[in-house]
Structure formats: C-alpha cells, structure tokens
C-alpha cells in the first residue's frame, strides 16, 4: 500500500507543477516571443501618437513578435538608422520618407499613413481678427521651417494670396513660445504645440483649419504628414512579420482615435510625448489615421507633386515613382 501512495505521489507532483505553470503563462497574459528583434523608431510628437499603445503592450510582454521601440527628437537618427539596417520600421514625415527613398534609390518604402493634416492659423486674438483664408494678403505669417511652410505656401498659391512667410522661428517649439509671449501674432503651428500655446496664453485662437484649407483646394484626404516606412529589405525577407505588425499597429491606431485617455497615459509613459493631460486634449485634433494600399498611394501622389512645386528639395529633388509604396 505504502509503494502505490508514493507511485501516486511521483505522478501527482509533475502534474500540479504542469497545472500551476499552465495557469501563472495565463495569467500573466504574455505570449511566447518571436526570437527575430524588430527594431522601431519613432518621432516624439503626433507622428508617434499611433504607437504608443502597440509600444506599451511590448513592454509588457503582450506581443507575439518582439518588439523593440526607441524615440526620437529628430529624424536624422531615424533616417541613418534605415540607411544602415539598425532600424527597420520607423514614423516619419511623408516627405522624409519621399526624400529618403530619392536618396536611396528606393531602399524604403511607406506601408502606411498614419498622420493627416495637424496645422492650425493661431492669432492673438487681441489684436487680429481672421475668420477666412483671404484676409492675410499682405501680412506675415510665421511658421515652422519646412513642411508646415511648405503646405501653407502651397495653399496661399492656390488661393492667389500674396503672403509672407516667416521661418524665423524654425523650430515649432520656439514659435509656439514666440506666439505665447506676444513676439509674432500670426503663427502656423501643428499640434499638440497649438494646445500648449493656448493653455498658456487664453488670448490665443485658432483662426483657421488648414487641413479644411488644403482639401478645398486639392481634396479630401491629401494633406497627408506622417506615415510608417520600412526598410525595402527587411520587408522582401519578413513579409510575415510585417504584416502582422501592421495589424498590430492598425490596432493601436484605432486604440488612440477611441480611447484618448488611455493612449495619453501610454503616450507620457513611452516617451513621446511628456504632458498626458495636453495630448488628450491634442488627439482628436491630430486627425490620426490608418490609411494604406490604393488610397494612400493616390493621395500621397498629389501631396508629394504640390510639395515638389513649391521646393523640389521637400521630396529629395523628384516625385517619388509608385514602387514607393508597399504593395498590398
């Protein structure tokens, strides 16, 4: 009797171990991780808003593949990460990426938008008044140097206003603290730098929509500034991978546009973005989206060919071709 009990015991003990590991994986809610590094880089800002909720739960460990995120201020580190291989995913502007392509005779491609117009005229309320696009003939505007003056100069030209455009204050920080102090009192500034400046300064409004301003004249959905770009390499050896990383992420989009609350606590813990009570506010104003194949490809088309008419240098000196875009 004594030998059947401890035959009992051997064969019991292996299976409350197996029982009590089955149930700590379950509840940890983790899952097996891919042993391929998927190195991703991310600007800090509205361009990185999308990732925040894909890049906490790879933290956490509740991602099949294996995630690896870094943010950055700038997209210098981004774009010479792509060049070399360290980087194989990144969140850039649309005409970084266009001029990154040009440079490197197709070494990347753009898989998705994800960032559509986030530009807003801001005024001093105190001491101007506009209510339409036609009233700044004949004044100075301030923006950001490069893309946010490029995308206005191109709407004032299509609407024959004759303006000038001031990038004094290139760095759209400087000009939102130029605004907040009653330095310039018209500025072009992109969110959530438009919701930090009016928080500061209740003067402040916002006069105009550029977005609504540019798809009057160009179309609905064409003012396209952010988007995912991968290396052309890494995306011919992992097409699996990509694809479920472009779900995963199309996931943590739509995390963002539904839950602002809860993708700002993952916006301030990841990095991206400091204040989680500003990017709250900032969200439904960043019109962020998630925008591939055919649609983004004909959009991008007209953005990139009215950036070139303005500065062909905004897109590295040509119109990309189509073998830009990842193929569906």
């Known amino acids: 009797m004594k030998k059947t009990k401890n035959i009992f015991l051997q064969r019991l003990?292996?299976?409350?171990?197996a029982i009590i590991t089955l149930t700590s994986l379950l509840c940890s809610?983790?899952?097996p991780r891919d042993e391929l590094q998927i190195n991703i880089s991310v600007l800090n800002g509205t361009t990185g808003f999308g990732a925040a909720k894909l890049m906490t739960d790879a933290a956490d460990g509740k991602t099949e593949l294996n995630y690896k995120?870094?943010?950055e201020k700038e997209s210098e580190p981004i774009t010479k990460g792509l060049i070399n291989g360290s980087v194989d995913i990144a969140a850039l502007p649309t005409n970084a990426a266009a001029a990154l392509y040009n440079k490197t005779n197709g070494a990347v491609k753009i898989a998705a938008v994800n960032t559509l117009g986030v530009l807003y005229l801001v005024v001093n309320g105190e001491k101007v008044d506009i209510t339409d696009l036609s009233e700044l003939d004949g004044k100075t505007v301030y923006c950001p140097a490069q893309n946010p003056a490029f995308i206005f100069e191109a709407i004032c030209r299509e609407n024959n206003i004759?303006?000038?455009i001031d990038t004094s204050y290139a760095e759209p920080a400087f000009l939102r603290e130029a605004i907040?102090?009653?330095k310039v009192d018209i500025a072009v500034l992109p969110e959530p730098m438009v919701t930090i400046a009016k928080n500061a300064n209740d003067k402040l409004a916002v006069a105009l929509d550029l977005t609504d301003e540019w798809e009057k004249v160009y179309g609905d959905?064409?003012?396209m500034q952010g988007c995912i770009v991968v290396r052309t390499e890494w995306a011919d050896a992992h097409p699996k991978e990509l694809e479920q990383f472009l779900s995963d992420y199309e996931d943590s989009i739509q995390f963002t546009i539904s839950d602002p609350k809860g993708a700002s606590v993952c916006i301030a813990e990841a990095g991206i973005f400091a204040q989680a009570a500003v990017a709250e506010q900032a969200i439904p104003k960043c019109n962020i989206v998630f925008v591939d194949g055919e649609e983004m490809a004909s959009a991008l088309d007209v953005f990139f060919a009215k950036l070139y008419a303005i500065n062909p240098k905004s897109v590295g000196g040509k119109i990309p071709d189509s073998k830009i875009y990842l193929e569906k």
């Open 13 to 17: 003990i292996p299976l409350i171990c």
């Open 29 to 31: 809610c983790t899952f």
């Open 69 to 71: 995120f870094t943010v």
């Open 162 to 164: 004759n303006v000038t």
């Open 180 to 182: 907040v102090t009653g």
């Open 221 to 223: 959905n064409t003012l």
